[in-house]
Structures are given as C-alpha cells and as structure tokens.
T-cell receptor, first 111, second 114 residues
C-alpha cells in the first residue's frame, strides 16, 4: 500500500462544476503539499498545509491531521484547470523530511 | 527573479552511458532536492543536499550520485544507464530543509534511454 493515496485517479468535469480531489496518507507528517503538474512536466506548488484550511482564488485546500486526510477543491472549474494534481507529504521521520508523492489525479475540464 | 532552472531540457542516451543533469536553485535557496518521475507515476525522492552536504537519500542504487557546489547549484549523475532510468528528473529548491519549507520545482529534464 502506498503511503500517499489519491482519489480519483482520473476525473472529467464540465466547465463550472465543483471539483474535489482527495488525499489520504499513512505516515506522520510535518506538512502536506498540493501541486499542479501541466503536460510537459512543470510542477507548481499550490498549497502547503499543516492544519486547517487555505484558500487561493478558486482553490481551497483542507487537512484533517487526526484522520490523515486532505482535500483539494476547485470551485467554478475552467478548462485551464486541466492538469494533474499531486498530493505530497513531508515525512516527519525518514530521510530528512523529503516529499512522498501520491500518483496524482488527472483532471480534465470540458468546455 | 528567476525560478529553478534545469539543463538540459531533453536528453537521449543509450544503455550503459553516463549522464549529468544540472540544476540551479532560486537565488538564496540553500537546499536542492532531486526527484525521478516515471511516466504515469508520482515523483520519487532521490537526494537532498543542503549547504553542499547530502542530507537525505531515497531508495536508489549507487549508480545515482549527486553533489552541490558552493553557489548551491547541483548536479545529478547517473552511471551505467538502464532502460528503466528513462524518466522526468525534477529538481526542487528551498531555503532550508525544515519540514514546513515550500519547495519550488524546476521544469525538469526528460531523459530517454534507448
């Protein structure tokens, strides 16, 4: 079992829909990252969370430390939101706190 | 201010060859981490360097090595290339190594081994 699990693996939505991507992890963490990866490989950091909730524009990220679960929400989705969204955790123990990644959720937003 | 830069962007090698990938962190960042992303998978941690010292190593064979220079730029070296080394190699920089420090990713180097 992977230490970081994301669901769904693939997601197709119509423009304007509300989208939720989930991330569950099994290790102790110091922080959780939500990343966006566009075709071609470039990765952009969207959020870093250690508790509670963060909002940036149409993106909202929440984390529940007790349940070891985080969600990324996109409101009023748009085709330009199409990308792979990756959850990554900063492991509390192990190798100097480096990121453990989920496999990503591929989001496609249709006009 | 420039972001994390990596070179080359694409590279084609044959089995058994050696490759060197380069990364320049954001100005002022002292920590550089390397990740390997095989097609369809999430990235896997290879190395972290901070102040020219190795601070962490993932589960990769000794064919993989890295170093960090006094200007905090870094090189990742892979010897005796295998077909399975074909991947996107990502470099990320951060100011320090703390668990709550945001990492900034470069565009990656896509390595193809034939």
């Amino acid at each position: 079992k992977n230490e970081v699990e994301q669901s769904p693996q693939n997601l197709t939505a119509q423009e304007g829909e509300f989208i939720t991507i989930n991330c569950s992890y099994s290790v102790g963490i110091s922080a959780l990252h939500w990343l966006q990866q566009h075709p071609g490989g470039g990765i952009v950091s969207l959020f870093m969370l250690s508790s509670g909730k963060k909002k940036h524009g149409r993106l909202i990220a929440t984390i529940n430390i007790q349940e070891k679960h985080s969600s990324l929400h996109i409101t009023a989705s748009h085709p330009r939101d199409s990308a792979v969204y990756i959850c990554a955790v900063m492991n509390y123990g192990g190798s100097q706190g480096n990121l453990i990644f989920g496999k990503g959720t591929k989001l496609s937003v249709k006009p | 201010d420039a972001g994390v830069t990596q070179s080359p962007t694409h590279l084609i090698k044959t089995r058994g060859q050696h490759v060197t990938l380069r990364c320049s962190p954001i100005s002022g960042h002292k920590s550089v981490s390397w990740y390997q992303q095989v097609l369809g998978q999430g990235p896997q941690f290879i190395f972290q360097y901070y102040e020219k010292e190795e601070r962490g190593r993932g589960n990769f064979p000794d064919r993989f090595s890295a170093r960090q220079f006094p200007n905090y730029s870094s090189e990742l070296n892979v010897n005796a290339l295998l077909l399975g080394d074909s991947a996107l190699y990502l470099c990320a920089s951060s100011f320090e190594t703390s668990g709550i420090d945001t990492q900034y990713f470069g565009p990656g180097t896509r390595l193809t081994v034939l």
